[in-house]
C-alpha cells in the first residue's frame, strides 16, 4: 500500500454518551504543501454525504496547521448511529496525522478511538478511515 | 506468603497510586518516578497471581505516561507557537525538546505492546467475573467515579465467581471500563488501542483501503535530480525549469568508454542542487512541510542553487582536471504550484470528488463490518454468547444501581436478554448496517429497529477487539478462516458492483483538474558557470520553459547563450544553443514509491562563434530502480565533437538521487 500508516490507537466502532455530554474531537495535523480532506458523515444527505470538516474549514492553529471538529454541536444532526470518514488527499501533502478521541461534558479525554499518521510516499494517493458511531 | 506481601504492596501502591492519579496522571516526571519504582520490585519466580498484577501495574503507569507527553508534547507545541518562528536558538530548543518527547513516547509506546502481548495468558488466567462486576458500571456512573485501578487488580483475587461469564466477555467489559476510567488497560488480553503503536495498520480499515486504492496518475516528475545539461557527462541534454525542494543530487559514472567513439568520456561529474525554501527553512528552524510556512514563502520556492564538479580527461594530456560547477535558477512562472491562487479551481474540484468518494468508503465499511455481524461462526462463537455474558453482568449492575438519567435500563436489559436467546440482537437493515433512529429509542425498553444502548456499547468493544489491528490473525484465532474468507469474499463482490466501485474511484473529472496542475507551465532562468582550474571558464545564460503537452506527454524547451573565457587574448568563444525533449512516461504510477519509467527524446543545436554548428540527438530511458533512485541511460548522436570534430555515439547511465524522496521513506517524515 503506497499510503503508509503508523497506528496508536484504530478501532471502527465508537459508542459515546451524549446525552451525558459525552462528544468526539476529531484532529487532523497535516504536512506538505496543501492539504485536502473531507470529513464526512456519510449517511447524512446522501450520496454524498454531509462535511462535517475539510481543509476550507478554519484551522484551530496555524502553527503546526491543525484542524480540528467537535462532534455534535448543537447544530448537528445526532441520530442512534451514523458513520464518520475521514478521506485524505495526498496530491500536495506527504502526511496526515488523524487523531479522535471521545471527551466528557468537561473536555476531558476518555479515550482515544483513533491515533494514526499516514504518509505518502508517492503523490496523489488516498486513504479513508472509517468510524461507526453509535450515539445514546 | 511472600506472594501476599508482595501482591498486597502492589495492591497498595495501586490504591495510593488511583488517589494520586487525579492529580499526577499527566505529570510526566511523576509518572517515570512511579514506573521506577514499581520496575525495581522483582518479581522473577514469584506466583503467576503477582507477576500479573505487576505487569498491569506497570502497563496502566506506561499508559498514563503515554498520555502525559502527548500532554506534554501539546503544551510544547503551544508554547512553540506562542513563541513565533524567529526566535532562534530558543525556537531550536524547543524544536529539540518536541523531538525528544515524540521518541520518547515512541518508546513508551512500544513498552506497552510488549507488555500487552505478554499479558495475555496472564490475564487470562486472572480475569474473573467479579472484575467485571467491580467495572462493569455504567457510562454516567463511571464518568463520575474515582480510578477503578485498584478496583481492576482486586478483582483479579476473586477468581472462580459463579456468574456464569467466559473469559472473553469478561475482557471487553473490563477494556471498555478502563477506557474511560484510565484504570488498568493491561486487564485486556485482546490488543489496546494503544498497543498498535509504531505499526502499519492492519485492520479491517486498511484492508479495504488496500482493496480499492484508486491507481490515479503519476506524480510530478518533472523536478530535475540529474546533473545539468552544462555537465559534458550529464544525461540530460535539456534542464527542466523546476528544482526539487530540498536538495537532490544527481551522480553521473564514467561513460562507458568502450561503447563510444568520443574520448574524453572517462570522468565523472556530481552536482547538488537546492532551493532558498529549504535553507530559508533551515535558517529559521521551520518545519518547510508545515503547510502555513509553505503558502507563506512560495516566493522563496522560485530560488534554487547548484553546487557541483566535473571531472574532465585532457585528451592530450590524459590528465584529470576537475571544473567547479555553480548555477542559480529562478522560477519566474510557475503555475504548477499548489498553493497558486490558478489551482484553486482545481482543488475545489478534487476536494468535491474526495467528498463522493469519502461517503462511498464510509457506505461500503458500514457494510463490510456490519457484514460480519451476520456471519454464522461469529455470531455464534463470539458475537451472541460474549452478549450474552455482558448483558448478565449488566443486569446485576442495573438491578443494584437505578440511574436517574436511564430509568428504562432495567427493564431493556431484560428484554435484551430475552432477544439474545433468540438471536434477535444486533439487527440489520435492508441496506445491510444498522438501522438509525431517534436517539431516545436507544435507551428505551420498547422493542424498536434501533440498537439498544448495550448493542451500541457492546459493538464498539466487538469492534476494538476484532475488527481493528490485525484483524485477521484475531478472527481466525477465535472462529477459524472461515470468517475471514467470507469478508473477503463480500469485499470482492462489493467491490464487483460497478456503481460501488464508480463512486470509490477517482472521477474523469478530478483525474483532469489533476492533470491540470502537473500541466502547467514553468518558465525559469537558469544562470551556471564552469570554472576551471586552467584553461576555459563556461557560463551559460538559460531560459526553460516546460509544459504538458498531454497526459504523460511532457514537452520541455531551453534557449541558451554560452560565453567561454579563455584565458588567450582572442580566445574568447560566444555561442547560442536551442534544446528540446520530450518526455514520455511509460508505466502508469503503480509501484509503491518509485518514479514511473520514463522515455525522452532530445535534440539539441549548438552554433559556437568560428565554428560549424553541432547537432545533438539523444534517446534516452530513466529506470527506476528504488524510491528515489533512478538509473537513466542514454544514447546521444552528435555530428562532431568541439576537439577532434568527427562525429561519435555516446552511451552513458548515471544515477538520480532524490535526497528528499529517499530521507522521506527512510525517516517516514
Known sequence: MAVQTNVIAEQPNVSIDVTGGEHLQYKLTPRGARPVFQLVDTRLDPPNGRVLMSANSAPASNNPLTFVRKWPVPNDTVNSTTNHTMGLQFLAAIQYRYEVGVFDSNDKLLRTVIDITYTATAADQTFFQSLNVNAS | ?669
Open chain 2, 1 to 669: 506468603m511472600k506472594t501476599r506481601i508482595l501482591t498486597s504492596l502492589l495492591l497498595m501502591f495501586c490504591l495510593g497510586n488511583s488517589i494520586f492519579a487525579q492529580e499526577g496522571k499527566l505529570n510526566s516526571d511523576k509518572l517515570r518516578e512511579q514506573i521506577r519504582s514499581v520496575e525495581t520490585i522483582r518479581v522473577d519466580g514469584k506466583s503467576a497471581v503477582v507477576q500479573n498484577a505487576h505487569k498491569r501495574v506497570l502497563l496502566a503507569l506506561y499508559e498514563d505516561l503515554r498520555a502525559a507527553l502527548e500532554s506534554d508534547l501539546q503544551d510544547l507545541r503551544s508554547i512553540r507557537e506562542a513563541a513565533g518562528v524567529d526566535r532562534g536558538q530558543v525556537s531550536r530548543d524547543l524544536d529539540a525538546q518536541i523531538s525528544a518527547t515524540q521518541k520518547e513516547q515512541e518508546q513508551v509506546v512500544a513498552r506497552i505492546q510488549g507488555l500487552s502481548s505478554g499479558s495475555g495468558t496472564d490475564n487470562t488466567a486472572g480475569n474473573g467475573v467479579s472484575e467485571n462486576d467491580t467495572n462493569g458500571s455504567s457510562r454516567s456512573e463511571r464518568t463520575t467515579r474515582s480510578s477503578t485501578r485498584s478496583g481492576n487488580l482486586s478483582s483479579t483475587r476473586n477468581n472462580g465467581s459463579s456468574e456464569p461469564v467466559n473469559g472473553n466477555a469478561s475482557r471487553t467489559d473490563t477494556f471498555a471500563n478502563n477506557g474511560v476510567s484510565g484504570a488498568i488497560n493491561a486487564t485486556t488480553t485482546t490488543a489496546t488501542p494503544q498497543a498498535a503503536g509504531a505499526n502499519p495498520s492492519t485492520s479491517i480499515n486498511a484492508s479495504l483501503n488496500q482493496a480499492i486504492q484508486a491507481k490515479i496518475e503519476q506524480r510530478d516528475a518533472g523536478k530535475q535530480t540529474e546533473t545539468p545539461s552544462t555537465s559534458s557527462n550529464s544525461t540530460s541534454l535539456v534542464d527542466t525549469s523546476s528544482a526539487g525542494d530540498l536538495v537532490n543530487v544527481g551522480l553521473n559514472l564514467a561513460g562507458l568508454t568502450g561503447a563510444t567513439k568520443d574520448n574524453s568520456t572517462d570522468s565523472n561529474s556530481v552536482s547538488v542542487t537546492t532551493s532558498a525554501y529549504a535553507l530559508y527553512a533551515g535558517f529559521l528552524g521551520a518545519d518547510p512541510l508545515n503547510p502555513g510556512f509553505y503558502n507563506r514563502n512560495a516566493a522563496w520556492r522560485r530560488l534554487s542553487f547548484t553546487l557541483g564538479y566535473d571531472d574532465e580527461k585532457d585528451t592530450v594530456t590524459n590528465v584529470s582536471t576537475q571544473a567547479k560547477i555553480f548555477g542559480v535558477k529562478y522560477l519566474i512562472i510557475n503555475k504548477r504550484d499548489p498553493t497558486s491562487a490558478r489551482n484553486d479551481k482545481y482543488f475545489r474540484i478534487i476536494s468535491n470528488d474526495l467528498q463522493t468518494r469519502t461517503t462511498a468508503f464510509g457506505n461500503l465499511f458500514e457494510k463490510v463490518i456490519y457484514h460480519v455481524s451476520t456471519i454464522k461462526a461469529f455470531r455464534d462463537k463470539i458475537l451472541i454468547p460474549q452478549f450474552r455474558a455482558y448483558l448478565q453482568v449488566k443486569r446485576q449492575e442495573a438491578a443494584q444501581s437505578v440511574v436517574a438519567s436511564d430509568p428504562e435500563r432495567l427493564a431493556r436489559i431484560d428484554d435484551l436478554l430475552l432477544r439474545v436467546n433468540s438471536g434477535a440482537v444486533f439487527l440489520l437493515d435492508q441496506n445491510g448496517v444498522q438501522p438509525a433512529g431517534p436517539l431516545a429509542e436507544v435507551r428505551s425498553a420498547a422493542r424498536t429497529a434501533t440498537w439498544k444502548k448495550e448493542e451500541a456499547d457492546f459493538w464498539e468493544q466487538i469492534g476494538r477487539d476484532y475488527f481493528g489491528t490485525d484483524y485477521r490473525n484475531k478472527l481466525k484465532t477465535a472462529v477459524g478462516n472461515s470468517v475471514v474468507d467470507e469478508i473477503d469474499a463480500f469485499v470482492e463482490k462489493q467491490l464487483n458492483d460497478a456503481n460501488v466501485f464508480q463512486r470509490l474511484q477517482e472521477s474523469s473529472v478530478a483525474r483532469e483538474a489533476i492533470e491540470n496542475i502537473r500541466k502547467a507551465p514553468q518558465f525559469s532562468l537558469y544562470v551556471l558557470t564552469k570554472q576551471r582550474q586552467a584553461g576555459v571558464d563556461e557560463y551559460t545564460g538559460e531560459a526553460i520553459f516546460d509544459y504538458g503537452l498531454a497526459n504523460r506527454v511532457n514537452l520541455t524547451l531551453n534557449g541558451n547563450f554560452l560565453y567561454k573565457n579563455s584565458p588567450f587574448v582572442g580566445g574568447d568563444t560566444r555561442a547560442g544553443k536551442f534544446s528540446g525533449q520530450f518526455r514520455f512516461q511509460v508505466t502508469p504510477e503503480k509501484l509503491v514509491g518509485r518514479n514511473p519509467l520514463f522515455f525522452f527524446v532530445s535534440g539539441n543545436g549548438e552554433a559556437l562563434s568560428g565554428r560549424k554548428p553541432i547537432f545533438q540527438a539523444q534517446a534516452k530511458l530513466s529506470v527506476p530502480l528504488l524510491n528515489g533512485l533512478d538509473l537513466p541511460f542514454s544514447l546521444t548522436y552528435a555530428n562532431r565533437n568541439v576537439q577532434n570534430k568527427k562525429d561519435f555515439v555516446k552511451f552513458q547511465f548515471a544515477f538520480a538521487i532524490d535526497t528528499a524522496r529517499i530521507l522521506q521513506a527512510l525517516t517516514g517524515k
